[in-house]
């Protein structure tokens, strides 16, 4: 299976998720600024990725010597709306005022392990939903690019695929940074899974076919109430599922879960740069001097969502707020 993510002796290698599918090409980071820069570019990307990547960016900010504060608010600033990112740098700063320098990369080291043991059970969790047979669709990319491996949402549609051999997917292009068509058929490919590319318009049309059995995303943040902060385009797949009864799952790591956050207002949503919209392939897409909007994110209320797949079981949003943390 791909591997996204390895660290190999104070080295960081990415594999370079935008140059994917065409090149498959790693980018090593061994300071802290080139995990920063790794971070905001999305040369890694996906909330536990990001979550992971940090850790190892804390590890190496405190080696060189940085003062731990900046080392932690630098980081922090780079991707506003995964709460991975603030869980994997809340634990290495408790590590390091706990025992100092010296045990920093055994905890990144360690959070990165956990991200695939934990990926593995909550897609043995989720895979019990499915009987095989089913058509899936998903959204962005939820897969082991999106993680230190295995994936969430793209996990659980691996395991239904390993218990069945039976499964289709929809894979949502997911523009403006074409994380689905890029990325996850580029996985799903990898492990022979029988998919179909469509552009985000298409789901509407293609539930209403009665083609879709199920959708399952990710989340990169979810509030105490379940509301989940997700891809943008999240939220109208889940509004189109519950007009035609589908059921719609959310299959994220407890690490997502904001215990800080009552509901979805109160989570931050990212605004990228409008070129990602107004270029596609390199060319201009959009007249010039036009107005552009690029919001990477959006929220999902907590009632349009059937269950919740983690690693400690599948919940209701009402059960959300007892999960414990660790
Ligand atoms: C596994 S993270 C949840 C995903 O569905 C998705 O929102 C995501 O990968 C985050 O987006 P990105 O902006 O590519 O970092």
Redesign the pocket.
Known sequence: MIRPIIYDNNILKLLD?RKLPSEQIYCECSDFDSIVEAIRS?K???????GVAAAFGFYFGIRDGLNADKVYSKLFDT?P??V?LKWGLDRMKESFEKYGENYLEKTAIEIFDEDVKTNKKLSSHGASLFKGGENIL??????A???AGY????GVIRSVFYKTKNIHVYVDE?RP?F?GSR?TSFELREEGIEHTVICDNMAGFLMNSGIVDKVI????RIACNGDA????G?YQLAVLSGFHNIPFYI??PVS?IDFSLKSGEEIPI?Y?DVNEVAYCGGSRIVPEGIDILNP??DVTPHNLITAFITEKGVFQSEDIKNIQRR
């Open positions: 998720q999305m890694v990307r996906g909330a536990p990725a990001i991707r709306t995964a991975n998903t959204h962005c990319n939820a897969g690019l999106a993680t994936g969430t949402a793209l997911t940074f994380q990325l995303v990710g989340a990169d902060a997700n891809k943008i999240t299959a994220a997502s990212e990228r990477a994110f």
